[in-house]
């Protein structure tokens, strides 16, 4: 038998290290305008994926993308990390996904980063299985005169759209692969 290559033998390690506390709260319980967007990660035979991470970047509701930093922020003190500071908009987040694949991400609607542009939220994936992270977005309506939206027939377009749920929730499943399967971007 062969030893194994360095793919067989990557990850996933993303348990260790990579998720911080509350990294999927890029505001406060209770924020006004606070939204919940949460979903499944699906692997190419329709079972959710246990042990996946997700990256999240977005505008603020002004449309702003400088974000203020503070999501891995450390006592000055003790230098043990502190968390964010509850009152400035990172736009950053990273969630793990539970036993059962699911992940649920508190922020806020982003504003257009550009007048007339259509805002959306930026989604990194790494999972087991990939030797590259994918690029998705999430958008919370179905905005025309979006370039991406707009090249994409229906069904395909429908990927990248959250459904909305009673209680500013929104559902946002994730398909690497099959009949389902998410829009990934390619950036060159």
């Avoid at 929104?170 to 998410?182: A, M, N």
Wanted: with cysteine; hydrophobic share 35%.
């Amino acid at each position: 038998m062969r030893p194994p290559t360095p793919s067989q033998t990557v990850g996933p390690f993303y348990g260790y290290a990579l998720p911080f506390t509350e990294g999927g709260e890029l505001v406060p319980p209770g924020h006004p305008g606070a939204i919940t967007l949460h979903g499944v990660v699906y692997d190419g035979a329709g079972q959710p994926i246990p042990d996946a991470l997700l990256e999240f970047w977005q505008a603020d509701p002004d449309g702003g993308l400088d974000g203020a930093p503070g999501s891995m922020r450390r006592d000055p003190v003790t230098g043990t990390f502190a968390g964010r500071s509850g009152v400035d908009f990172t736009g950053f987040g990273r969630v793990a996904t539970d036993a059962a694949g699911h992940w649920t991400l508190r922020t806020v609607v982003p504003g257009p980063a550009a007048p007339g542009a259509v805002p959306y939220i930026s989604v990194c994936v790494f999972a087991r299985g990939l030797l590259h992270h994918l690029y998705t977005r999430v958008y919370l309506e179905d905005g025309a005169g979006d370039p991406l939206l707009d090249s994409l027939d229906a069904d395909r377009r429908a990927t990248l759209v959250a459904r909305p749920e009673p209680h500013a929730t929104y559902r946002f499943d994730i398909h690497l692969q099959g009949s389902e399967e998410t829009v990934f971007l390619e950036f060159g």
